[in-house]
């Protein structure tokens, strides 16, 4: 405040010219700019060093390859991967990260005992071999020797014993606990409520490069669900050295293609080549920028002006003209992930199979992905989507009637399940608020107000309203949409499960859950997926829309990206920039 | 005026916690919670996270345990990002947008202040349209479609500029935010500053200095300006410090990383810690400058005294 008055009296000082004033209005101006300065004072050195950084990212070393070693491809100079990534991670440790663009980059951080391969299958990654017991409860996979941590040392099978028990040690708090005890890690679920310490857990090291892994419930399909993050390795040195601060650039030790450079919330993250890695006299691309854009017209600006190689999303207002204007970038990967509708079957009217087989038969599905999302979805009448691996897709009979024969069974359904125009049907669907959620339940809702009369409301609710509402079963009908975690059809039918904590319209049936329960054990448990989907195409718990696929933008010069991986893993370290 | 600033200081205090109690009570009362995911984890995950940020203890007891380490200068961790401190998210933030803010500021005195003056002078010729028509553009011109709008013209199109990022705030990242926040403030500070020139214009002691025949600019300058600047300032003081702590448009548009975009996905994450700690942040820097404000007002209007 003091500033102010001497600011004061230097302009009195200056008399009565005309200048004085005009001094003073300037006075005034640098007072209020530099008070706003001064409250951020401490930024003076931080920002000397933001500059550094920023220019070691522009000073990417040369790329070590002229042309790529086996296409002959000419390579960009700077092999520096710009990707956009949606927003911020929720956090960068394996075991803690719950979010797809956390995903993103761990996995170009760390490697797990396997991979997703370019088609989605697993693949070894640095458990070079596995078996398993007569009885699948003994699994025993043997790792790489030459697995190496960003430090330079190695990666053992106890790195993979620390990480997992990491995960369900109520004290680390993982929102992917729950995942080791669904992969039926022994003692697992009692870790986590706390009734057992946490080296009980069903994983030991049975020397420095054999991890055995024993399970309380029988499971064939272990290998593919480590290749998801939170059955990663944790690197005790640093975690045990820098506590809660390891995952930060110079504290954080991975083992992946990739190490931690730089990290600027809310504007970019940069990864650099990790010279320890087992295959970094491979890896093409010098450095990965992964930047945060949450509004997807911003991210397809930033695309269009030439900043990103690839895009996270595409908005799907702009999905028409970008199929004109730029075919050859826009990628629609397979995605397993399936969108539809959950009904609340304990609450009327959604009591009564026929009104859900009704709803369900009349939603035209081929105007949903023609017109609406247009980023060709395939229309879906059964749970488990097709490009789930290993898994006999078949689809219900209704799926191979015409739409209008659809429409008079659906008819039909209603007039048996008592609904006339006189005793019109009513109901709620309730949406999250986005743009896309909204354009299909506005169409979907049109359908059954034109083809059954029903009289829908369509409400949508704010994120975490909706979810709280949801999951306490305070709905009739609403959005849902499920992503697998792995590449096994169970990741889908355990949805439905009567003990699933995301089976939020209450649908049991024991037969459904035995199926699934017995399957888990079963060395081809195919014929209990197709049972129990037969199940659901009579019970209709809910009502599948579509499934889905990840579009994205991907320049023309990024080659290697994997357009036909169905769970979206995508490792930078398999791709490469060309020349032109 | 010292006392009249050791009475403000003094009466800051109980509203700051007044803010925090209000905003701590809404911020529970809002359905759902920090860990509500689309993926319903079992109770007994859900239980461990919720002891690992406290949330398992009575409400009343997080309430003294968070005024007590605000008391400390301690934020909290923050429940979305979970790898920072609130005070490290506002402390890497919260310079940049500043830094932003207070570039747009002087423009906004400059551009404002300078064509509402000249709008003024030349009321109702066609410096005053253009002026007044630029403004009125300017208005609803809001940044949310102006910062779009550059990016597609200098980014996109023309290639000028880069479309977003920071790097240590070098000017070619740092122009189209500018120009995106500052538009908006220009035409409102030159409309404000236009009608109340026009008003101070037509005042007696105006009328006398002219009779007196002092040339005209020095009538603007010395005696106009500064009676014309109250109703500015009032309207700058709150202003400036929604200038200083960023926008979420700007922020998600160019990837600033500044303060803003933390204080909309902090209410839609329920960030607890975090939307409370900006709250605060801007609660006293809101106190601050209502301060520098009615200081400002001793100085342009000699009738003020404290």
New interface residues.
């Given amino acids: 405040m003091t500033l102010i008055n001497q600011q004061r009296k230097i302009v009195q000082r200056r008399g009565p010219s005309g200048s004085g004033i005009r001094h003073s209005v300037q006075g005034v101006v640098v007072l209020l700019v530099t008070l706003a300065l001064a409250a951020c004072s401490e930024e003076g050195e931080k920002k000397a060093g933001d500059e550094a950084l920023a220019a070691a990212d522009i000073r990417a070393p040369e790329a070590r390859f002229q042309e790529h070693p086996e296409s002959g491809e000419r390579l960009a100079r700077k092999q520096v991967l710009v990707r956009g990534n949606a927003s911020e991670p929720a956090s960068l440790d394996p075991q803690l990260v719950e979010d797809t663009v956390g995903g993103a980059i761990v996995v170009d951080l760390f490697e797990g005992l396997t991979r997703s391969g370019p088609d989605g299958d697993t693949e070894p990654a640095l458990a070079k071999s596995w078996v398993s017991s007569d009885n699948n409860l003994t699994w025993t996979f043997h790792l790489r020797e030459d697995g190496r941590w960003s430090d330079g040392t190695g990666v053992t099978a106890h790195d993979f014993v620390y990480g997992w028990r990491r995960a369900v040690d109520p004290k680390v708090g993982s929102n992917y606990a729950y995942y080791i005890e669904s992969a039926g890690v022994a003692n697992a679920g009692e870790i986590i409520a706390g009734e057992k310490p946490s080296e009980t857990l069903g994983v030991r090291a049975l020397d420095d490069f054999t991890l055995e892994v024993s399970l309380d419930q029988p499971i064939t399909y272990l290998p593919d669900m480590t290749v998801h993050y939170t059955m990663f390795p944790a690197p005790r040195q640093a975690i045990e050295a820098h506590g809660a601060d390891w995952t930060r650039p110079g504290n954080m030790v991975s083992n992946g293609a990739y190490l931690l450079h730089t990290w600027h919330l809310g504007e970019k993250l940069v990864a650099a080549r990790n010279p320890f890695y087992r295959e970094d006299d491979q890896t093409i691309i010098d450095r990965v920028v992964y930047v945060p854009i949450e509004s997807a017209s911003a991210e397809l600006q930033r695309y269009a002006s030439g900043e990103l190689h690839m895009t996270s999303t595409v908005p799907v207002s702009q999905m028409a003209r970008l199929k004109k204007e730029r075919p050859a970038e826009l990628v629609m990967a397979p995605s397993i992930a399936t969108y539809m509708y959950t009904f609340n079957v304990n609450r009327p009217p959604f009591d009564d199979v026929r009104v859900r087989r009704a709803l369900t038969y009349a939603i035209d599905r081929n105007i949903v992905v023609s017109y609406i999302t247009r980023g060709e979805q395939m229309p879906a009448f059964s749970l488990t989507p097709p490009y789930v691996s290993g898994f006999d897709f078949r689809q219900p009979e209704y799926a191979t009637w015409s739409q209008p024969e659809r429409d008079e069974a659906a008819r039909q359904e209603l007039r048996k399940a008592g609904y006339t125009d006189d005793n019109p049907l009513e109901f709620e669907l309730l949406y999250n608020t986005d743009e896309s959620h909204k354009a299909l339940a506005i169409v979907i809702s049109q359908m059954w107000k034109e083809k059954l009369g029903a009289s829908v409301t369509i409400s949508n609710l704010e994120w975490k309203t909706f979810l709280s509402q949801k999951q306490a079963g305070n709905f009739g009908m609403a959005r849902h949409g499920w992503k697998g975690d792995y590449n096994e059809a169970s990741t889908f039918l355990t949805l439905l499960t009567s003990d699933s904590g995301n089976n939020d319209g209450g649908w049991s049936n024991p037969e459904y859950d035995q199926l699934l329960l017995e399957a888990r054990s079963s060395k081809d448990p195919n014929p209990y997926y197709v049972r129990a989907e037969e199940i659901l195409w009579q019970e209709f718990p809910v009502a599948p829309v579509y499934f889905n696929t990840t579009v994205a933008l991907v320049s023309p010069m990024l080659k290697g990206y994997p357009e036909n991986n169905a769970r979206n893993i995508i490792y930078s370290k398999d791709m490469y920039i060309t020349a032109d | 005026?010292f006392s009249f600033?050791i009475r403000r200081l003094l009466v800051a205090v109980p509203t700051v916690l007044a803010l925090i109690t209000v905003s701590f009570v809404l911020m529970h009362a809002?359905?759902?919670?920090p860990?509500?995911?689309?993926?319903?984890?079992?109770e007994?995950?859900m239980e461990?996270?919720e002891?690992?940020?406290n949330l398992d203890k009575p409400l009343w007891q997080q309430y003294f345990i968070y005024v007590g380490n605000v008391a400390q200068g301690d934020l909290g961790p923050s429940f979305?990002?979970?790898?920072?401190t609130v005070n490290e998210?506002i402390?890497?933030?919260?310079?940049r947008s500043?830094?932003i803010?207070?570039?747009s500021?002087?423009f906004v005195?400059?551009f404002g202040?300078g064509l509402g003056v000249l709008a003024a002078l030349k009321q109702n010729r066609w410096p005053d349209s253009t002026v007044m028509t630029a403004a009125m553009t300017g208005v609803v011109f809001p940044n949310f479609v102006m910062a779009?709008l550059l990016?597609?013209l200098f980014?996109?199109t023309l290639?000028w500029l880069?479309?977003?990022?920071?790097?240590?705030?070098?000017v070619e990242y740092i122009v189209m935010p500018i120009i995106a926040m500052a538009t908006s403030y220009i035409a409102q500070v030159a409309r404000i500053t236009r009608s109340s020139m026009i008003e101070t214009l037509r005042s007696p002691f105006i009328r006398t200095a002219r009779a007196k025949g002092i040339p005209r600019?020095?009538i603007v300058?010395?005696h106009a300006?500064?009676p014309a600047?109250i109703p500015v300032v009032s309207y700058l003081g709150p202003a400036?410090v929604g200038i200083?702590t960023g926008s979420v448009i700007i922020?998600?548009?160019f990837?600033?990383?500044?303060i803003g975009?933390?204080f909309v996905?902090g209410a839609?994450?329920?960030d607890y810690s975090l939307i409370l700690g900006i709250t605060i942040l801007v609660g006293i820097?809101t106190i601050m400058f209502n301060a520098?404000v009615d200081?400002?007002y001793t100085?342009l209007d000699p009738r003020v005294r404290y």
């Fill in positions: 005026m600033i809002a359905p759902g919670g860990f509500t995911n689309e993926r319903n984890v079992p007994a995950v461990n996270i002891a690992k940020y979305r990002y979970k790898d920072f998210l402390e890497s933030s919260f310079p500043a830094y803010g207070a570039w500021f002087l005195m400059v202040v779009p990016v597609l980014a996109v290639r880069p479309a977003g990022g920071w790097e240590g705030g070098q600019y020095k300058l010395r300006l500064k600047l400036f200083i922020d998600q548009v990837s600033t990383g500044g975009q933390h996905n839609i994450n329920r820097l520098v200081i400002l100085w």
